[in-house]
Nanobody, 116 residues
Framework: QVQLVESGGGLVQAGGSLRLSCAAS????????MGWYRQAPGKQRELVAT???????NYADSVKGRFTISRENGKNTVYLQMNSLKPEDTAAYYC??????????WGQGTQVTVSS
């Protein structure tokens, strides 16, 4: 069973940057997509960014131009580079892995807090 381990969250001032990492516990042969979602207190979990097995990316409108998702295939790791952070980006960020014939796996989450 694959586990996802997220890291890189923390406290940053508005305008700052953070880089989140999500590493799979073992090699993954095929994926539909990997991605990042976030959930702020009292709100539903929402998509931030995804990347398919073919490298196609998708971003929420609220993060376009500020966040970049990338994937390092050999290390089964996906990254989220977050620049120009805003207080409204404050949330728990979750990594999601979607595999054919297996389904979805979630990470445990990492907290991002942006102070004004």
């Amino acid at each position: 069973q694959v586990q996802l381990v997220e890291s890189g969250g923390g406290l940053v001032q508005a305008g700052g940057s953070l880089r989140l990492s999500c590493a799979a516990s073992r090699s993954i042969v095929r994926i539909n997509s990997m991605g990042w979602y976030r959930q702020a207190p009292g709100k539903q979990r929402e998509l931030v960014a995804t990347i398919t097995g073919n490298g196609l990316t998708n971003y929420a409108d609220s993060v376009k131009g500020r966040f970049t998702i990338s994937r390092e295939n050999g290390k089964n790791t996906v990254y989220l580079q977050m620049n120009s952070l805003k207080p409204e980006d404050t949330a728990a960020y979750y990594c999601k892995l979607d595999r054919p014939f297996v389904g979805v796996t979630w990470g445990q989450g990492t907290q991002v807090t942006v102070s004004s």
